[in-house]
């Protein structure tokens, strides 16, 4: 059964840093790895979707790369703005046609 | 791009009735939706797959009887509490993609927050 980890399950940063949100899975079996982004209370937006074949996928400043040799994804963000507060969860798509979400990164950043 | 509908957002009910959640794609067919829970500060939690024109699969650990799922068509599923108690208050996201597994990236309804007094 994919399990799915996200590291650090918090944080918090000042405006303007460049951070890194980490994924792992224990199966590397999948057809793509997804990023959302979740608003308290709200639904989820999808940020970038990894098909995998690829290696990363770039969508304004935000960058997912992926390596399923070690089950590993990370979310890039560039120059953070206080607008990216949210919290960001990672999910693999294996057979079956499901996803399998992380715990989810909480992330503030500070004006 | 492609949108999901959910309704309601917000709901709030009495211990012992039932509740209906819709869940529509609004410009695209989808022959399979997901429901998802999740409780506060905890991720998501997939509680079963609808498929369009049959019965729903459900995950372990997930009452078929209490949540039951409609798919009655390519664009409408539904998830009804029945009986509805203080423990199933949460939130239920559904979701719907175009095409088959790694075509492309599930889209997700705005949720709805479901409280049962």
């Known amino acids: 059964k994919q399990e799915v980890t996200q590291i650090p399950a918090a944080l918090s940063v000042p405006e303007g840093e460049n951070l890194v949100l980490n994924c792992s899975f224990t199966d590397s079996a999948i057809y793509n790895l997804q990023w959302f982004r979740q608003d308290p209370g709200k639904g989820l937006t999808s940020l970038l979707l990894?098909?995998?074949?690829?290696r990363e996928q770039t969508s304004g400043r935000l960058n997912a790369s992926l390596d399923k040799s070690s089950g590993r994804s990370t979310l890039y963000i560039a120059a953070s703005q206080p607008g990216d507060s949210a919290t960001y969860l990672c999910?693999?798509?294996?057979?079956?046609?499901?996803?399998?979400f992380g715990g989810g990164t909480r992330l503030m950043v500070k004006p | 791009g492609a949108v999901v509908s959910q309704h309601p957002s917000r709901v709030i009910c009495k211990s012992g009735t039932s509740v209906k959640i819709e869940c529509r794609s609004l410009?695209?067919?989808?022959?399979?939706m997901f429901w998802y829970r999740q409780f506060p500060k905890q991720s998501l939690m997939l509680m079963a797959t609808s498929n369009e024109g049959s019965k729903a699969t459900y995950e372990q650990g997930v009452e078929k009887d209490k949540f039951l799922i409609n798919h009655a068509s390519l664009t409408l599923s539904t998830l009804t509490v029945t009986s509805a108690h203080p423990e199933d208050s949460s939130f239920y996201i559904c979701?719907?993609?175009?095409?088959?597994?790694?075509?492309?990236?599930?889209?997700f309804g705005n949720g709805t927050r479901l409280t049962v007094t």
């Open positions: 990894i098909q995998s074949s690829q």
């Open positions: 979701s719907a993609r175009i095409g088959g597994p790694g075509d492309s990236p599930l889209h």
């Open positions: 999910a693999s798509d294996n057979a079956g046609n499901m996803l399998t």
């Open positions: 410009d695209f067919q989808a022959t399979t």
